[in-house]
């Protein structure tokens, strides 16, 4: 089965600094999505980013962009400018075509934003 | 109300009870899903539908019981749950399945 890995439980930033979580995976498969999502206190998980694997030019979308590196299967999100709201848990996800309807969650980076 | 929609927010139950989960997605979604969200554990899947028909089940054990009467609904029977189970459970939504998810903000669930 693919497995996700995020080996930083705890990140910190400094309000408008910048910041990296890292997200690696396991699979032999070829294609596949990526994405990022982010779960504040609040608990509705919101979506950040999508990557689809065979694009492979990197996703941004405003301040939040990845660098994917699919040969080393890395899955970076970038946080530029970083803001208090940007406060929350991050989840790197993996979509499986070959094995089903699967997605598979890393264990998550809770980050914290310091004014 | 938008988006996708839990009820209720918190629940405690015995080991005996019998409950329920409810999930509504208002995105004119047409797959549905299930998962459970365990402190320091990865999110876990537990059930997908599409078009109103379960595709997917993650050897989820039989004391959790879906259903999902229509695109826009699905529920969670809850019965005879374990302490082990208690957890964060989320509903979301995407139009296609395996396509980017929307997620509710989720049933509390404590089992005592």
């Known amino acids: 089965a693919q497995t996700v890995t995020q080996s930083q439980p705890e990140m910190s930033v400094q309000e408008a600094e910048t910041v990296t979580l890292s997200c690696t995976y396991d699979?032999?498969?070829?294609?596949?999505?990526l994405f990022w999502y982010k779960q504040p206190p609040s608990r509705q998980m919101i979506l950040v980013i999508r990557?689809?694997?065979?694009?492979?030019q990197n996703a941004t979308e405003n301040r939040f962009s990845v660098n994917f590196q699919k040969a080393a299967k890395s899955f970076s999100l970038k946080i530029s400018d970083s803001q208090l709201g940007d406060a929350a848990m991050y989840f790197c996800a993996y979509r499986s075509f070959d094995t089903g309807n699967q997605f598979y969650f890393g264990t998550g980076t809770s980050l914290t934003v310091i004014p | 109300e938008t988006g996708v929609t839990q009820t209720p927010r918190h629940l405690v139950m015995g080991m005996t009870n019998k409950k329920s989960l409810k999930c509504e997605q208002h995105?004119?979604?047409?797959?549905m899903y299930w998962y459970k969200q365990s402190a320091k554990k990865p999110l876990e899947l537990m059930f997908v539908y599409s078009l109103e028909e379960r595709v997917e089940n993650n050897s989820v054990p039989s004391r959790f019981s879906p259903e999902c009467p229509n695109s826009s609904h699905l529920f969670l029977h809850l019965h005879t749950l374990q302490p082990e189970d208690s957890a964060l459970y989320l509903c979301?939504?995407?139009?296609?399945?395996?396509?980017?998810?929307?997620f509710g903000p989720g049933t509390r669930l404590l089992v005592l």
């Open positions: 979301a939504s995407s139009q296609g399945l395996g396509e980017t998810q929307y």
């Open positions: 990557q689809e694997a065979y694009k492979q």
């Open positions: 995105l004119g979604h047409n797959a």
């Open positions: 699979t032999s498969e070829s294609d596949y999505y």
